[in-house]
């Protein structure tokens, strides 16, 4: 007996992976694959993608930079119109002493004003070239004829501004004469502009006569923007930062300042490509709930349908604002600017994105997901057929050799299935080894706790039926048989048909197969 259960033990013993390790790896994969359906129902319906959020991200990063330039070159463009306002009065001072003349005498005197206003050419074409703008302006509280009929809105002054624009340094822009005396101009060799008028009309720029009137307090803080407004006679428009003119003792003798024009702030503020669609840069009035177009300077448009036309209505968000009423919905943000209109509404910096590109984007991540999740799951469901294919064939293929006869029989691989082979090769011993006796007395248990209908259909495989054969047998449906198959399997501590059919040909080979289902009885 003792060489026979050593030559038994030797034969059954093998290298290859156990049955419970296949079992694992095969359900560890059916995992991934459940994991996997998981992951594409969520992406399917946005859980996952996180496009709001990482979207918000990028726009307050972008709107922190936008904030920080227009706060900047607003601060410096109201430095340098206080500046000019402090050089422009030291020459009207210096003028009038030079002349012997009084301020209030220049009315009705062109030539005077001409020499003037030559005089005061330098302090503007020096901040022309020194700040972002697109042209800077004096205006005085005279005119050349008191008789027109416009005189009351009409005043002398000298406006400089770029013509034609370009994406360049200022000093390669054309310097053009858009308001002012034709002499001065002749003798500063200015080029008039092709919408040259000799004097500047108040009524068209907004808040002008307060400007002119008020009386206290700091230049910087007397100083006003206006609106978008259009600039006489041009189709361009414009915002204007207004400053008192003071002459030496004081008083108030007109105004000068600096103008962005919706050209030069376009080139000035570029469209950001980002995932998301092109971010467009404002300087626009907001009041409220409601963002002017109108009266806003608009950034580079790539991209994008905005059009200075309109009012935006905004209504907030958890990561970003929606603005709508224009012909296209926009998201995005804006920020107060310590800056407000001639009418006191405040300006603010304003970034925004179509929303068309960015749900354009936002099912772009969403597919990728989705695609992703369904590619991963494919992979993970054919990982577990080649595994669950692997696991069997070894199995039936050991069997079918068994079948034939033991001298054909060739190892499974999986350890328990050769060392029941190996019991088969042992023919002529009437004893089992104690591991199978174990196993088979073990299953023979578990077949007691089977229902009587269970019992029917277990021996029914017993005589050799298959699983297609049982619901006409039993007089059962095909799902009915599937049921009561899950609960076999379970109650036996087994996987599939395949395997049941092992330990049933085995107690057929030991010759031992009226104790599976009479054990109890």
Same mark, same amino acid.
């Given at each position: ?10 034969? !059954? ?196 006569? !307060? ?28 915002? #204007? ?121 936002? +099912? ?22 080649? #595994? ?123 010759? +031992? ?9």
């Amino acid at each position: 007996m003792r060489i026979w259960q050593e030559k038994f033990h030797r034969e !059954a013993d093998t290298s290859g992976i156990s049955m419970r390790t296949r079992l694992l790896l095969y359900w560890f994969f059916m995992a991934l694959a459940v994991v996997a359906a998981v992951l594409a129902i969520l992406s399917a319906v946005g859980v996952l993608s996180h496009s709001a959020r990482q979207f918000s991200e990028s726009l307050t990063i972008q709107q922190q930079n936008t904030t920080a330039v227009l706060d900047s070159q607003m601060d410096e463009l109201m430095a340098q119109g206080v500046a000019l306002s402090e050089k422009l009065g030291k020459e009207l001072d210096a003028f009038l002493a030079g002349s012997g003349m009084a301020f209030s005498e220049l009315n009705d005197d062109p030539n005077a004003i001409a020499a003037l206003e030559q005089r005061l050419y330098t302090p503007l074409n020096s901040t022309l070239s020194a700040a972002a703008c697109s042209g800077v302006f004096c205006c005085l509280d005279v005119t050349a004829n008191t008789g027109l009929e416009e005189a009351s809105s009409s005043r002398a002054g000298l406006y400089l501004r770029y013509s034609g624009l370009q994406p360049t340094v200022a000093s390669e822009q054309n310097v053009m004469c858009f308001r002012g005396i034709a002499e001065a101009a002749r003798r500063l060799q200015l080029q008039l502009h092709n919408r040259w008028n000799p004097e500047l009309n108040l009524s068209l720029i907004p808040g002008s006569e !307060a400007v002119m009137a008020s009386r206290d307090g700091r230049l910087a803080e007397r100083c006003l923007w206006t609106e978008r407004v259009a600039l006489s006679d041009t189709w361009e428009k414009v915002v #204007l930062l207004c400053v008192p003119l003071l002459d030496g003792s004081g008083t108030v003798r007109g105004f000068c300042g600096l103008e962005i024009s919706d050209l030069y702030f376009s080139l000035s503020h570029a469209a950001v490509s980002s995932p998301y669609g092109s971010m467009v840069t404002l300087l626009a009035p907001v009041e409220g709930n409601s963002l002017s177009l109108a009266g806003a300077l608009l950034g580079g448009t790539d991209g994008s349908r905005l059009t200075a036309e309109g009012t935006l209505h905004i209504k907030e968000g958890k990561y970003y604002s929606t603005y709508s009423g224009g012909r296209e919905t926009y998201l995005g943000t804006h920020q107060l600017l310590d800056a407000a209109t001639s009418d006191g509404v405040p300006l603010a910096a304003v970034t925004l994105v179509p929303d068309s590109a960015f749900r354009q984007q936002e +099912r772009n991540v969403r597919t990728t997901w989705i695609v992703g999740a369904a590619v991963f799951l494919l992979v993970m469901l054919a990982l577990a057929a080649v #595994l669950s294919h692997r696991f069997v064939r070894p199995i039936n293929k050991s069997l079918a050799a068994a079948k034939g006869g033991t001298a054909n029989a060739v190892p499974s691989g999986i350890p328990e299935i050769d060392e029941m082979l190996a019991l088969l090769r042992q023919r002529t011993t009437d004893a089992l080894p104690p591991n199978i006796e174990a196993l088979l007395h073990s299953f023979a248990e578990k077949a007691d706790t089977l229902t009587g209908t269970e019992r029917s259909i277990l021996q029914y495989y017993i005589d050799g039926y298959a699983i297609k054969d049982i619901p006409e047998l039993s007089y059962i449906s095909a799902n009915t048989v599937k049921t009561h198959n899950r609960n076999i399997y379970r109650k036996m501590g087994i996987n599939s048909f395949d395997e049941l059919k092992v330990y049933i040909d085995l107690f057929e080979r030991c010759g +031992r197969s009226g104790e599976l289902l009479h054990k109890g009885e």
